[in-house]
């Protein structure tokens, strides 16, 4: 049994198979009494690292939902992000002040290095539509397998990268790098001290997108000799960026809608400052009234006019260029959209 974090570890079986247990205990920043959270929906915990994981055939994990509003509350759907993660819940009716148990068992497969999978819910609570839960960790498997691929996590373009990845290997084993192939990435992998342990520092490529390095590795002191794996990982935006921005719908007599659009930072750790963010639309119906550069958000304040007797959707792109103080830059477009609705007029005598 290991405990961490308010966490433990329980190894054990069923049907044949090793499962690996996460029950929680007395986390005083998730504590399940309803009485501390106001009237709402809650999941508890919402994120859990589980750490490293060795060739676990099946995680289990349990959280647990509180509805401490009056009213009664529905879970209506479930999400899991991926099809390795069966979900079972205890109910999905909540009377106010009950409990729901929500159990996931994941079973990741050939899923190795920096995995994270996540569960959302959809409700009919008003203020709470959706609930998430997270589980991250690292996966390994007890020994290298030719051509695994393992994920070593996700970055920002150009992002700074020093991080110490364990890699499988035979109980016994210690390993060497014979090669190295970098595909996309001028990363470098180093060995450490341990050779149990190799390191990758560096930065992340500028282009988004998934990025490789091919590692060949010789085994010492241990039953296998050569293995040749596949690091894997991934740049992303340094900003959450929206599919879309409604700014909603008008009728005929009120030619213009507004909305303020706010874009987060995924990066909010980065020191790098945005230097400027410039901001141009494909068509001139949609304008940008004021904007504010945050380093931890992007806020637009958008304005859509509308030309008289024009009914229908509108639509156009809305263009982002940002320059950082590092000199790095970054662009991305967002289609934007409005509705123009016909008024009704309704005779009142027709009701009578």
């Keep these: ?34 009485e501390k959270y106001p009237a709402g929906v809650y999941v508890t915990p919402q994120n859990i690292d589980i750490g490293e994981v060795v060739d676990s055939k099946e995680i289990v994990v349990e959280f647990e939902i509180v509805n401490t509003s009056s009213q009664v509350v529905h879970i209506l759907q479930v999400f899991p992000s991926c099809r390795c993660t069966k979900v079972e819940l205890s109910r999905n009716e909540l009377e106010p002040m009950q409990k729901s148990t929500l ?17 959302a819910m959809r409700t009919d609570f008003p203020s709470f539509p959706i609930l998430s ?13 030719q ?10 373009p150009g ?21 190295v192939t970098r595909r996309n990435c001028t990363l470098d992998v180093v060995q450490t001290s341990s050779l149990k342990n190799i390191q990758i520092v560096g930065n992340a490529p500028e282009m988004l997108g998934k990025f490789l390095i ?3 590795l010789v085994g010492k002191n241990g039953d296998w000799e050569s293995a040749s794996i596949v690091l894997a990982g991934n740049v992303i935006s340094r900003w959450q960026v929206p599919p879309a921005i409604y700014l909603g719908f008008s009728e005929s007599s009120a030619c213009r809608v507004a909305k303020t659009a706010v874009i987060p930072r995924n990066a909010v750790a980065s020191t790098v400052d945005v230097a400027s963010v410039d901001v141009a639309f494909d068509d ?18 958008l304005a859509g006019d509308f030309t008289a007797g024009v009914r229908g959707t509108l639509s156009t792109l809305m263009r982002i260029k940002i320059a950082y103080a590092d000199g790095d830059r970054e662009e991305f477009a967002v289609p934007v959209f409005a509705k123009h609705i016909e008024e009704i007029e309704v005779d009142s005598n027709a009701w009578r």
């Design 284 to 301: 001139d119906w949609v304008s940008l009234e004021a904007s504010a550069n945050e380093h931890k958000q992007l806020t637009f304040k």
């Design 103 to 119: 159990v996931l068992s994941l079973s990741p497969g050939k899923q190795f290095g920096k995995q994270k999978f996540t569960v």
């Design 133 to 145: 839960v997270q589980i991250e960790g690292w996966f390994r498997p007890k020994r290298i397998e």
């Design 214 to 216: 091919d590692l060949d």
């Design 159 to 179: 992002a700074k990268v020093d991080i110490v990845l364990p890699i499988p290997i035979g109980h016994r084993g210690e390993i060497s790098i014979a090669g």
């Design 1 to 34: 049994m290991i405990s961490k974090q308010g966490l433990t570890l329980l190894f054990g079986s069923r049907g044949g198979r090793s499962v690996l247990f996460i029950c929680f205990f007395a986390l005083s920043a998730c504590d399940s009494r309803p």
């Design 147 to 156: 051509g695994i691929e393992l994920q070593v996590g996700s970055f920002w």
